[in-house]
């Protein structure tokens, strides 16, 4: 065999290889492997922060990533947050009597508006009902929806580096009617009504259509801010003076009054036991359950970057249709 049929099998094999591997990744990821091992994934099995002298505990609860709906269909779902093992966490630690105070350690620049909204409300749950205290230690970044679900917190600790604010709502879409047009292409819409198609990609926005949206966004802007009037009890007026989409640093926050402390996590653990006489409770978090997206998704980070900008991307790509967002993006 001559060393041009040589060169031209091997083309071949690599050719066949990069195609089985093409059909087996497309598998995987069209797999909802959240289903299959979520079994492995509802043991809220505790770690031992700081061990106490008492049986009553302070739990730690984690919230890492853009708070959005579990999607549990692609290898690209990394598991940094799962939106149903949170909520389900949230009532794990109201129902458990040993738990006398919650701290939420926040690091997220928001997401869905109707993911925030079920947060915020198991933190009223747990404080009304179960009358438990919950404090808010703030990351690297509690932005957006990540303040709309701080707000209620009987006190927020930032770090003084920390992104918080951005207060508002955002909505968008990307628009290629001008790049069809120019390489013609044409787009037929059957539609049952005037504004069946709003917002639709291959045609552009009316200004009608515009002001209905716009409705939209100033009404969910309007609870964003009732929130805060409730949560940190501010006028209305100097709430939206401050949130006119801005983020702040958590120096500038304290200033505001959006934030209470300056500090860490672990300064937010000692202020918990100082202020609610918890000096002797043991400081809890909990383990992640196993989650084979997780495991794999690992490998996906080292391509695409952060978990942040990983779960963005995952965010993008899940939205069939524009969405409102409490979100804050760079």
Request: cysteine-free; aromatic content about 8%; proline content about 2%.
């Amino acid at each position: 065999m001559n060393k041009k049929r040589w060169i031209a099998l091997v083309i071949a094999i690599g050719l066949f290889i990069v195609s089985i591997i093409s059909q087996i990744g497309t598998t995987v990821a069209s797999t909802d492997f959240s289903s299959i091992f979520s079994t492995f994934n509802k043991d809220f099995g505790e770690e031992i922060v700081d061990q106490g002298t008492s049986l009553d505990k302070i739990a730690v609860l984690k919230l890492n990533g853009v708070i959005q709906e579990d999607s549990g269909s692609s290898v690209l779902s990394t598991g940094t947050y799962s939106h149903q093992r949170f909520l389900d966490l949230l009532d794990h630690v109201a129902e458990d009597d040993t738990v006398k105070a919650v701290i939420l350690d926040v690091n997220t620049p928001g997401g869905g508006v109707v993911e925030s909204a079920e947060i915020h409300e198991k933190v009223l749950e747990i404080q009304q009902t179960y009358e438990k205290p919950v404090y808010v230690s703030m990351g690297n970044t509690a932005a957006s929806g990540g303040y709309y679900i701080s707000a209620p917190a009987d006190k927020i600790v930032a770090h003084p580096a920390t992104l918080t604010g951005s207060i508002g709502v955002i909505m968008q879409a990307l628009n290629y009617a001008e790049l069809a047009d120019n390489i013609g292409i044409d787009f037929n819409t059957i539609k049952s009504g005037e504004y069946k198609d709003i917002m639709s990609a291959s045609r552009e926005m009316t200004d009608e259509e515009r002001a209905i949206l716009q409705t939209m966004i100033d009404e969910l802007y309007g609870e964003f801010v009732q929130v805060i009037v409730d949560g940190r009890g501010m006028s209305e007026s100097v709430v939206r003076e401050l949130g006119d989409g801005r983020v702040y640093t958590g120096s500038q926050a304290k200033e505001n009054g959006l934030v209470d402390e300056l500090g860490t996590l672990d300064d937010t653990i000692a202020m918990m036991k100082e202020d609610q006489g918890l000096s002797d409770a043991t400081v809890i978090e909990y383990a992640n359950g196993f989650e084979f997206n997780q495991f794999l998704g690992g490998a996906m980070q080292s391509v695409f970057g952060s978990r942040l900008e990983l779960d963005g991307l995952n965010l993008l790509r899940e939205a069939n249709a524009p969405r409102a967002l409490y979100l804050y993006s760079r």
